[in-house]
């Protein structure tokens, strides 16, 4: 299986925010799929295993394979619970990390791609949330 294709397919939330904002989500290679609506995904990069520890603590990221992706989710778009991804922002980036049978996912708001750097993730006011998947 390679690197993009281990993201893809269904995945159960586990995490208190995936549970209370996505449920559960479909990806395939150009569509995520939350809550009955779908929308476009192009992956843009791979990620290195040093951004992928940044962004999702150091903790299981061990052994993984992570992308980014753009997307387009306007803000106005609502899921459980009457919530949106990024509150009042589009949320234009996806970061995807899988391990195993666990998938992560972090979404940005903003025009520029996020960098993954301690720094730049500790500064940042487009990281709208972190959530958490099982196969």
């Known amino acids: 299986m390679t690197a993009v294709a281990q993201d893809k397919g269904y995945w159960r939330a586990t995490s208190s925010t995936a549970r209370s904002i996505t449920g559960d989500v479909t990806l395939s290679d150009e569509k995520l799929s939350i809550n009955f609506f779908s929308f476009t995904v192009a992956r843009i990069r791979s990620l290195e295993q040093a951004e992928a520890s940044t962004l999702f603590d150091a903790e299981g990221t061990a052994g993984g394979n992570g992308s980014l992706y753009r997307l387009n989710v306007p803000a106005s778009k609502k899921f459980l619970h009457k919530n949106s991804l990024c509150g009042s922002d589009?949320?234009?980036?996806?970061?995807?990390?899988?391990?195993?049978?666990?998938?992560?996912?972090?979404?940005?708001?903003?025009?520029?791609?996020?960098?993954?750097?301690?720094?730049?993730?500790?500064?940042?006011?487009?990281?709208?949330?972190?959530?958490?998947?099982?196969?």
Request: a neutral charge; proline letters at 7%.
């Open 90 to 135: 589009d949320t234009q980036w996806m970061v995807t990390y899988v391990a195993g049978r666990s998938l992560q996912l972090a979404f940005f708001s903003g025009q520029k791609p996020p960098v993954f750097t301690p720094e730049a993730i500790a500064d940042s006011t487009d990281m709208c949330g972190k959530f958490g998947y099982m196969k």
